[in-house]
């Protein structure tokens, strides 16, 4: 087999990614993303981090708003993403925000929303390594979003996902930034970058 350029590869593996996580049925997803939010609330590492940056879920994605929600009880600061392409911008949110179709489909806090720079980042994924290895959608928004934020503080970055998505290698380009703990509804996996 001849081995592909990474970027080829990666696409090749993300279609397979994809697959996977679409082949999961709706229930499960649900219950894997109550497990994912039980695990990631006893995280020591998140315990007194604020603000925690999120996503709003599209396609098939762990759903991490039970998270978000969780976290803001707990008295954290919870932003999500607003896609300024090529970029990242995090702004603060609560449940019953207003919303704005943003890139890709997305929802995402409106330009009003107060900017926030995160110390965690919850992170979508359609692949990853036990390294902490990821496949994205292959735009490089977190990638780029991360390297910002490392350039102010040091940030805890926690890939979610369900444990189908995990593949032996994700090929790691000079561009990738690689996850400390990744969770599925199977277990919480500290990656060799931690």
Do not use: N
């Not at 696409?11 to 397979?16: A, C, D, P, S, V």
Request: with cysteine; glycine share 8%.
């Amino acid at each position: 087999m001849t081995s592909l350029p990474p970027p080829e590869l990666k696409e090749r593996l993300r279609g397979e990614g994809f697959a996977r996580r679409d082949g999961l049925d709706k229930k499960f997803r649900h219950e894997a993303a109550q497990r994912i939010m039980a695990q990631a609330l006893d995280l020591p590492d998140l315990q007194d981090v604020t603000p925690v940056g999120g996503y709003w879920p599209i396609r098939t994605e762990v759903d991490p708003r039970p998270l978000m929600e969780a976290l803001l009880d707990c008295g954290h600061d919870v932003a999500l993403s607003q896609i300024l392409h090529p970029h990242l911008s995090w702004r603060l949110w609560q449940p019953g925000d207003v919303l704005v179709k943003g890139g890709f489909g997305v929802r995402e806090p409106g330009p009003d929303a107060p900017e926030v720079f995160p110390k965690a980042l919850l992170v979508p994924l359609v692949a990853f390594d036990r390294r902490g290895g990821r496949i994205g959608y292959g735009k490089g928004h977190f990638d780029r979003a991360i390297a910002a934020l490392e350039e102010q503080h040091p940030v805890l970055t926690i890939g979610l996902a369900y444990a189908v998505q995990e593949i032996d290698e994700v090929p790691v380009e000079p561009h990738d930034r690689l996850l400390d703990v990744i969770i599925t509804e199977a277990e919480l996996i500290r990656t060799k970058s931690a």
